[in-house]
């Protein structure tokens, strides 16, 4: 696994001059901060996003900045909207030489919460799983042809697909992130940085790859072989200390109920301001304090 400084994720950048990127969801957050680095360094960027508005801002922002950049109103869920992206960068530019994939939604609906209707247990709320990997799965499968189209073999061949993926810590319950709460998040630009990074890094052995954006601390490029092993036990490991913290809050939560009907309620406040102090001190390494 190699750190990658910030101050190194630009060092292929230039070989963004005049490139064709298509871009889902740039009209925000980490698409529209990666639009705009891209547009920079020369990159022509081509949009896709549901919010016009934002897309429109993003095109305009890049435009004044004397960058290049056009949009399109882009449900990513449906194909051929998705077609008519891919069309309107090759019908504009001639080309498709980088494709983020990068729309995305947070969790929509509750998936662990069963609800009824006459009786019956409704549909569950699939749209995440609409935007994030079907749309994602579509515009990637489109970049299979359209990196292909117009392609100049006497070219210097920068081709790339960058996929975002996240370990969102959705899937811990909510007591053990509050353990996160305070532990400062990836800045988005160094997540611009990355795909950058990613795409441009003209270095074969950097194909298929991992860049692993950790909460705190540099961009870490993880060859494929570690990836398994560096990344997924560091989850693991991460994943059962939130969990473990969370179990023990259950547990001093329900001791805390019963004390407060036997004893009243100053004793029990004075007992929450004891298990906070506690479970701060057990999770002390977590929550980052020095040793
Ligand atoms: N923010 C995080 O902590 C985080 C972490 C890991 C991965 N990600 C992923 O990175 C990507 C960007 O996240 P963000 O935080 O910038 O989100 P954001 O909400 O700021 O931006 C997402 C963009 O996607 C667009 N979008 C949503 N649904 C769409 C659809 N059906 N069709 C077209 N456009 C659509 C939105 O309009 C918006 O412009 C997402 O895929 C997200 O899952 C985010």
């Not at 630009?10 to 064709?20: E, G, I, P, Q, T």
């Not at 292909?148 to 370990?167: F, H, W």
């Not at 319950?173 to 441009?200: E, Q």
């Not at 490029?221 to 991460?238: A, H, L, N, Q, T």
Request: hydrophobic share 45%.
């Amino acid at each position: 696994m190699t750190a990658i400084p910030d101050d190194k994720l630009y060092d292929y950048a230039s070989r963004l001059k005049n490139r064709v990127v298509v871009i889902t969801g740039a009209a925000n957050g980490i698409g529209r901060e990666t639009a705009l680095q891209l547009a920079l360094y020369g990159a022509k960027v081509v949009i896709g996003d549901l919010d016009v508005l934002g897309a429109q801002k993003t095109v305009n922002d890049i435009e004044s900045a004397g960058g290049t950049a056009v949009f399109l109103k882009c449900n990513v869920t449906v194909w051929e909207e998705q077609v008519a992206l891919f069309e309107l960068a090759t019908s504009q530019f001639g080309a498709v030489d980088i494709v983020v994939p990068n729309a995305g939604v947070a969790e929509l609906g509750t998936f662990d919460t069963v609800t009824f209707k006459d009786g019956k247990p409704v549909k569950p709320d699939t749209r995440t799983l609409e935007v994030n990997l079907t749309g994602a799965v579509y515009t990637t499968h489109l970049a299979l042809h359209y990196l292909g189209v117009d392609r100049d073999p006497e070219a210097d061949t920068l081709k790339a697909v960058v996929l975002i993926g996240s370990m969102d810590t959705n899937i811990i319950p909510i007591a053990a992130r509050l353990f996160l709460a305070g532990i400062p998040l990836t800045p988005v630009p160094r997540i611009a940085g990355a795909i950058i990074y990613a795409a441009t890094n003209p270095d074969p052995e950097t194909n298929g790859v991992a860049f692993l954006l950790t909460d705190d601390g540099p961009v870490f490029m993880v060859p494929r072989e570690e990836f398994k092993m560096g990344v997924y036990k560091m989850i693991d490991e991460r994943a059962n200390a939130l969990l473990k913290g969370a179990s023990g809050l259950g547990y001093y939560f329900r001791l805390l109920g019963d004390l407060r009907r036997i004893l009243g309620k100053p004793i029990v406040m004075t007992g929450i301001a004891l298990v906070v102090a506690k479970m701060y001190w057990d999770h002390r390494e977590l929550l980052g304090e020095p040793e």
